[in-house]
């Protein structure tokens, strides 16, 4: 089948720009690189399949687009020096060695050293240098003498420490561009976690769960599931640094089309669906992620540890110790403390109507205490198995005006919906999302291919 490539690259361009404009218009305190002519660039195709020999079974393109003006490092220029200009060697600070062993090799003096360190405390502590981490000393080429000692603690910042006569010491974030691109996929296997495995990024992929989690079970992945997402991206000298805010997504779970808008203004920040309500409920499904219900609520449960019929006030969940126990609901802390039967546990008032409390824990979250507020989704404790438990997990219990019931058949409160006077605004800004979320292709297998190809021959090129 003849690709092409040539049409989806002109598509994405087009979109792209497109995306950016309205994008620009609601957020114009952002700095984007627009690039007018820029050299699209159709960069990566990812694979996610089975682990077995059966052939690959879903494609991850992520159809990003590298814009024209983001800024290309000059080949010899590091940390803002023209490396050519000095005799330079670089490294990675190596377990149990401090900047005074590095330096002495580089024949620093001692009192020197000293100098720079007293210097530095405000600053950039030396202490905080850690093993594993990037450096590079920059030698006079004349006077063989080390004039900078740069360190790198992240991809985001740079420390340089001036070793010449004054010893300055200044930290220099780097500039961060962000472009807006689009990922689409299709699921040909159960395999969820396959997904980051295969190269989307585990931060685009929890974003996604994150923004769509009410409406899809991320659990019960079906074949043929389909997603489309756009995103910022962030990038650093050119290269991909990580994700920035996810605005908009698609999820087509069992034939059914699930949208999640980001919208923000000065009242609201969240995911909206096609309607305008929040995709958030008021409470979390659970308050454990990645854990199975062991033990249900139950009226005539057989107690495990007391041997006799004792109804079950609550929902068990198995999780490993340590695990982190999420506050459903946002919600202010009446009890954190300890009894025989419950263990550690946390009780949380949320509105006149309901509380809910969490049994077994390990031990609580910093600054866990009553009075304290805590939101949606705030650790509050971990998974363990003190009181009368058999094993780690956190027994969920749900209280409705003082009385312990069933959340899980519970009719719950839906979210506050958005008031009448931002609809308008949303609306125009979904209209927009959602066009552009339509119009992202999904790549056939053979394309999907040929990109891999393409970037297998890039590497052999340019390893
Ligand atoms: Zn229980």
Same mark, same amino acid.
């Given at each position: 089948m003849k690709l092409n490539l040539e049409r989806l690259k002109r598509q994405l361009y087009t979109y792209k720009a497109k995306i950016q404009t309205q994008y620009n218009k609601l957020n114009k305190q952002k700095v984007f690189t627009i690039a007018g002519v820029g050299a699209a660039l159709f960069s990566g195709a990812l694979y996610f399949g089975l682990s077995d020999s059966s052939k690959i079974t879903a494609s991850l393109p992520e159809t990003s687009i590298e814009m024209g003006a983001l800024p290309i490092p000059e080949v010899d220029k590091k940390y803002g020096f023209v490396t050519d200009n000095y005799l330079t060697t670089e490294d990675q600070i190596k377990n149990g060695e401090f900047l005074s062993d590095i330096l002495t090799r580089h024949d620093v003096a001692y009192t020197n050293i000293d100098k720079l360190v007293k210097k530095a405390t405000d600053v950039f502590d030396v %202490?905080?240098?850690?093993?594993?981490?990037?450096?590079?000393?920059?030698?006079?080429?004349?006077?063989?003498?080390?004039?900078?000692?740069?360190?790198?603690?992240?991809?985001y910042q740079y420390v340089v420490y001036d070793l010449r006569d004054d010893m300055n010491v200044s930290i220099i974030d780097r500039e961060i561009t962000t472009d807006i691109q689009t990922s689409s996929g299709v699921i040909n296997s159960s395999l969820w976690n396959a997904m980051t495995d295969n190269g989307m990024s585990y931060d685009l992929a929890s974003r996604m769960e994150e923004a769509l989690a009410w409406s899809v079970d991320f659990y019960h992945i079906q074949k043929d599931d389909k997603f489309k997402l756009i995103y910022e991206q962030n990038y650093i000298e050119g290269k991909k640094v990580g994700v920035?805010? /996810?605005l908009g997504a698609y999820f087509n779970h069992y034939g059914n089309d699930y949208y999640a808008f980001y919208f923000k203004n000065n009242n609201h920040e969240g995911y909206y669906d096609l309607e305008a309500r929040p995709t958030?409920?008021?409470? /979390?499904?659970?308050?454990?992620?990645?854990?199975?219900?062991?033990?249900?609520?139950?009226?005539?449960?057989?107690?495990?540890? /007391?041997k006799r019929i004792k109804p079950h006030l609550g929902t068990d969940y198995a999780a490993p110790r340590g695990t982190p126990i999420l506050a459903v609901a946002d919600g202010v802390v009446t009890k954190a403390s300890r009894t025989r039967g419950n263990g550690n546990f946390v009780k949380l008032r949320h509105d006149k109507v309901y509380e809910?409390?969490?049994?077994?824990?390990?031990?609580?979250?910093?600054?866990?205490?009553?009075?304290? %507020?805590?939101?949606?989704?705030?650790?509050?404790?971990?998974?363990?198995?003190?009181?009368?438990?058999?094993?780690?997990?956190?027994?969920? %219990?749900?209280?409705?005006?003082?009385?312990?019931?069933?959340? %899980?058949?519970?009719?719950?409160?839906?979210?506050?919906?958005?008031?009448?006077?931002?609809?308008?605004?949303?609306?125009?800004?979904?209209?927009? /999302?959602?066009?552009?979320?339509?119009?992202i292709p999904y790549l056939t297998v053979e394309e999907i291919e040929a990109i891999k190809a393409q970037k297998k021959e890039e590497a052999k090129v340019n390893p």
């Open positions: %202490r905080k240098l850690r093993a594993g981490k990037k450096y590079m000393v920059l030698k006079n080429k004349d006077t063989q003498k080390a004039e900078y000692f740069v360190y790198e603690p992240s991809v920035g805010k /996810l958030k409920k008021a409470f /979390l499904k659970a308050p454990v992620k990645y854990a199975r219900i062991s033990s249900s609520f139950n009226l005539r449960r057989f107690h495990p540890v /007391l809910t409390q969490y049994l077994h824990m390990n031990r609580f979250a910093k600054g866990i205490k009553p009075g304290v %507020r805590v939101n949606q989704g705030q650790v509050i404790g971990y998974v363990g198995s003190t009181g009368l438990a058999t094993g780690p997990h956190v027994c969920y %219990r749900f209280w409705k005006n003082g009385r312990q019931v069933d959340p %899980r058949r519970e009719k719950l409160p839906p979210p506050e919906p958005m008031p009448e006077k931002d609809i308008e605004k949303f609306n125009e800004l979904r209209n927009n /999302l959602k066009k552009e979320l339509d119009e």
